[in-house]
Every structure is written in C-alpha cells, then in structure tokens.
C-alpha cells in the first residue's frame, strides 16, 4: 500500500514555472514507477510524465517534452515534476501515481497502469 500526496501547485502567469512534489509512505517506494497525470475541466484524466523505479528512465507526453522533467528522490520518497514555460493550456489538475508496471507498459497504459493515486494538486496558468 502507497499513499501519495501531491503539492506545489497555484496559480502562474504563462511562461512561468512551478514545480510539483509527491511524497510517498510505505518503505517499498523505490520499487515503484512514478507518474503525473492531469485531469482538465471537462476533459480525461491523461499522462504527462513517468519514471523508472531507479530513475534511469523517462517518458513525457509529446505536448510536455523540451519544458517539464520528472525526478525521485528515494531516499526521500518522493518525486517532483518541474514545469517550465506554462501555458494555459496546462491548466489542470495534477495527480501522482505509483504503479508495479515497467515504465514502458504504464507510458502505454496510461492511467490504467497505476496501482495507487494522489487527491492531486491544481495548477492554474493565466494568460
């Protein structure tokens, strides 16, 4: 059992940054791939990063890549996603998740792939 607690998230001008943290309970942290999902007024719930249980990998939704990185600490049990360049259209919602899946399998799965999730944190990007 893993029980995740998003925060860091506010309200930003377009351009700006933010960066996210989720801390973790349970001492099986470092065994699990770690995600954000954002969830849109009136839209699906839908991935934008993953990370490996080690850190080595990372995968981002197209519409992320080149301005938001997603990191862990385990020692720390947590995991962070930095938001660079906002836009307003990033505005959302934003949960953590842990699953037991391989990266590759939750980038594929998507939100069906995580086994555990945050109550999550809004981000709100003005224009």
């Known amino acids: 059992q893993v029980q995740l607690v998003e925060s860091g998230g506010g309200l930003v001008q377009a351009g700006g940054s933010l960066r996210l943290s989720c801390a973790a309970s349970g001492r099986t942290f470092s065994r699990y791939t770690m995600g954000w999902f954002r969830q849109a007024p009136g839209k699906e719930r839908e991935f934008v990063a993953a990370?490996?249980?080690?850190?080595?990998?990372?995968y981002y939704a197209d519409f992320v890549k080149g301005r938001f990185t997603i990191s862990r600490d385990n020692a720390k049990n947590t995991v962070y996603l930095q938001m660079n360049s906002l836009k307003p259209e990033d505005t959302a919602v934003y949960y953590c998740?842990?699953?037991?899946?391989?990266?590759?399998?939750?980038?594929?799965?998507?939100?069906?792939?995580?086994?555990?999730w945050g109550k999550g944190t809004r981000v709100t990007v003005s224009s």
């Open positions: 998740a842990a699953g037991i899946r391989e990266t590759v399998v939750v980038v594929t799965m998507g939100a069906n792939g995580m086994d555990y």
């Open positions: 990370i490996s249980w080690s850190g080595a990998s990372t």
